[in-house]
Each structure stands twice: as C-alpha cells, then as structure tokens.
C-alpha cells in the first residue's frame, strides 16, 4: 500500500487535485449523479486522468495506461483489456484516502447488505463537529470505511475504532494504511460492546441513524434495525460510562417528531438521564415523505419495481406511530461530573461559522457557566468579541422599533433585546461587577426596562456575554 500511496501522491490524485482537474461544473453534475461532464473532464489518458475515472467515476480505464502500482494493489481487476475498479478510492481533505464500496448510481443493482459507504455530507458534518483539544485516547464507533480516524489521528495518541461490519473494518484499515497511520486498534462488535468497560476522553459516531421499519437486507451502515430512535437513544444513554472525568462525545443523530409530543422534550429526556451536560442542535426536518425518498435515493431504488412498495410500507409504518417529521442534528455531551448537568436544545436554520470544533469547548462553557454561576450580579462581564448591535425602525423614527444583537463569530446567533441589554453590551469590559453596572444603566436609559442580573442569564449561555 505505501508503493500506490506514493503514487497517487505523485500523480496528484488528491482532493485539490481531482477538484482542480474537474471543475465546478463537473463537480455540480456529479452531485446530481451525472457523469457525462467529469467524463468529458478526463477525457485525456494522462495518469491523473486514469486515476480519476477509475477510482472516483468507476468506469473502466485501458490496462495499458494504469500504472504497476495500481495493477499489482488488488483494488482493481482485469476485463478484457481494461481494469475496472472493485472499491471506491477517495482523496480525503485530510490528505489521506478512504477506501469504500463503489459508489451506488440509478440503474445499479441493489446493495449488498454489508455495503459499506464512503464518506461525504454527514461525515465532514461530524468531522467539523468534534472538539479540536488533544486527547490521550479516542473511540471512533461505528467507523464505517474509517473517515472520522484521518481526523482524529493528529489530535489523540490513541484511537480505536468499532464497527458491526466485519467488511467495514476490512476497508477502513485500508483507509488507514494508505493514509499512512498506524496508531489505530480496529475491533468488531455492536454498539459499546467492543470496549466493555474502557474509558475514553473522546468519543464520536456518525451512526446507523436511519430510522426505517425492520426487514431482512437491511442496510448495515445506515439502519440498525431497532425500534423508531431508539438506537440513537440507547447510544446517547450508554455514552457516559465510557467517558473519562471532563471526556466528550459527539454524535450525529436522528429523531422522531410525533404528535403531541415537543421534539425538544424527546430528545432531551435523552441527554437529561446521561447525568452529562448536553447540547442537542437540530439543523434539518423532513417530512415522512421527504424523508422516505432520501434514503430509498440513497439506496438506488428509484426507478426500480420494489420502490412503490417500499415507499408505502415506509409511510405506514410512521403512520402507525404517528410520525409528523424526522429530525436531523448533533449531540454533544461533556461528563463534567456535577449533580447537577444541564441540557440545551436548539434548532438552527442559519449557517454557523466552520468547523464547529473549534469553538465547541466554549459552546458548552457558557451553557454550564450561565446554569451554575451563583451571584451574577458580583459577576465580571465581557461582550463576546465580534457582536454587533443592530436598530430596525421606520425611516425618521425617534427610536428604533428593535434592538438586535448579532453574532458575527461562532454560532452566529441573534436575539432581540431591550434597551437596557443593548446599552450592557456597548460597555460591559469586565472591569465592573454585573449588578452595579445594570443600576448605573438604568438610570441612565430610564425607561423603567431595568432587568435584573438574572435576566442576563440566558444571554450568557447563548454567549453573547462571557465570564
């Protein structure tokens, strides 16, 4: 493997490389599952070319213009006087390359039920996710065809990686090994099964969250078979006896909207009896029937005789559990081992600053700073760097008829405020205790509006101010 890693590194068969050679149009029709423009692209028998249509395309290539390494890899067999691919072979933004099963098209036959998929939206969504800290050991569960190691391996010492799919495993040390990383303990098993009673300062998965009725062929790396959300549940629960003291964990996950039940709630009453503090984000909601051709998309059904009756099935199966929608996001929880967690649930419709990493640390600071600080008004407030304050009113009024203050860094949140909060954010430097400074605020607003250091609680959890 380290003569074809050194060989596509020398072709420049890497993630800008195969950008650069495509192109945006390209790029745009590949996302719509048309290959005709990247066909077009490299059209050309030079090496790069080859490469690309091979591996990225998945169209035979000549024999005669592959290179030894290729040939000799086992990735590829012969057919006549072409090759033709028998795996998926991604360049990663890491610099290192995922091997995975061919990508699935219209037209193609159905999956085998160990598919295992390669990388794309949902893993560099987990990827932008996780804590950027260094970490002595971390567990990737659920590891697929090994994206989320690249990630982790520059920041933990030690990582292990856990699928239910022996092939899956079979293809990430592939991953790992043409990326050149060494430090990574693979094991098979279920759920938290592998690691029995380990402790792990860092745990992420981007699981089988898809939430689909049971049958037989079900898809491993998408359905775990169990009961509505209950595997995201469950997994939520037994997270915290694997992390260490101040350990994290990130998750994607999906959840149910069902009638007369509030989402928040649902998921909450996860993260609530993990004795964790959490943040739950929910950044999408389809309805059932969005959400039923998605995945039958994702499978290559379309088109196909079983459609039809898949997609009914589907629909009556949320229909008997009253299923409204379907709920996409993340899942964060820290073990800070107080009695007395706390637990955040929010929906974002609006783009946040990326990677989330990088500032997650001081997500979950402010959530459990603004819920256990005791005697805010002795508090010593700053306004959070890059806030803007923003007056919406009809021309030539007086006063403005909102207040606006608006985050221009990190989760870019906004929130409508009262004068005397505005006024706070135009002089809080941390050089004068909370209290005293809202008296002194609102003597000079004078508008009767005059909050207490309480109400400034949820500002700080939202980060608008910080300790």
């Known amino acids: 493997m380290e003569r074809l890693r050194h060989h596509l590194l020398e072709t420049g068969y890497t993630i800008d490389g195969v950008r650069e050679r495509l192109g945006d149009m390209a790029a745009g029709a590949l996302a719509r599952e048309e290959l005709i423009p990247a066909l077009r692209a490299t059209a050309g028998r030079d090496p790069l070319a080859t490469l690309i249509r091979l591996w990225w395309l998945g169209v035979p290539v000549q024999a005669k213009d592959v290179a030894p390494e290729v040939r000799e890899s086992g990735l590829v067999t012969a057919s006549g006087d072409e090759l033709v691919a028998t795996v998926h072979l991604q360049p990663w933004e890491t610099g290192g390359y995922l091997v995975s099963d061919r990508k699935v098209r219209p037209g193609d036959p159905a999956l085998r039920p160990d598919h295992v998929v390669g990388a794309g939206g949902a893993s560099a969504n987990l990827a932008q996710l996780v ?121 994607l996950a999906n959840w149910l909207h069902v009638e007369g039940e509030d989402w928040r709630e649902r998921v909450g009453g996860w993260l609530r009896e993990s004795g964790c503090d959490g943040w739950v984000v929910q950044r999408d909601v389809q309805d059932p029937a969005e959400y039923v051709e998605l995945w039958l998309k994702d499978a290559a059904e379309q088109g196909t005789p079983r459609y039809a009756e898949h997609y009914d099935r589907w629909l009556a199966w949320f229909d008997d559990r009253k299923v409204e929608g379907v709920g996409f996001g993340w899942i964060t929880l820290r073990n800070s081992g107080t009695l007395d967690p706390v637990v955040r649930v929010e929906h974002f419709t609006h783009q946040v600053a990326l990677p989330v990493g990088d500032y997650v640390d001081g997500v979950l600071d402010a959530i459990a700073i603004a819920h256990r600080a005791q005697d805010l008004g002795a508090a010593l407030l700053k306004t959070a760097d890059g806030l803007l304050d923003e007056r919406i009113g009809l021309p030539g009024a007086e006063d403005p008829m909102r207040i606006v203050l608006r985050q221009t860094q990190g989760l870019r949140r906004s929130r409508e405020v009262g004068t005397v909060e505005a006024a706070l954010a135009g002089v809080c430097d941390g050089q004068l205790a909370l209290g005293p400074l809202l008296n002194v605020i609102a003597e000079l607003v004078g508008d009767g509006d005059m909050p207490d250091a309480e109400a400034i609680r949820p500002l700080i959890a939202e980060g608008y101010f910080v300790l």
């Not at 292990?160 to 899956?168: F, G, I, K, S, V």
Request: glycine residues 10%; hydrophobic residues 40%.
């Open 131 to 251: 804590t950027r800290r260094p970490v002595q050991r971390a567990l990737d569960l659920g590891t697929g065809c090994g994206v989320q190691v690249l990630h982790l391996a520059g920041r933990a010492d030690h990582v292990t990686a856990t699928d239910l799919n022996p092939r899956a495993l079979e293809l990430a040390r592939l991953s790992w090994k043409l990326s050149g990383i060494t430090d990574v303990e693979a094991r098979a098993g279920s759920m938290f099964e592998p690691v029995a009673d380990e402790l792990f300062d860092l745990i992420v998965s981007n699981p089988p969250f898809v939430i689909a009725p049971a049958r037989e062929g079900k898809l491993t790396y998408r359905e775990s078979g169990g009961d509505g959300d209950d595997f995201c549940r469950d997994l939520v629960r037994r997270a915290p006896r694997h992390l260490t003291p101040g350990g994290q964990a990130h998750f």
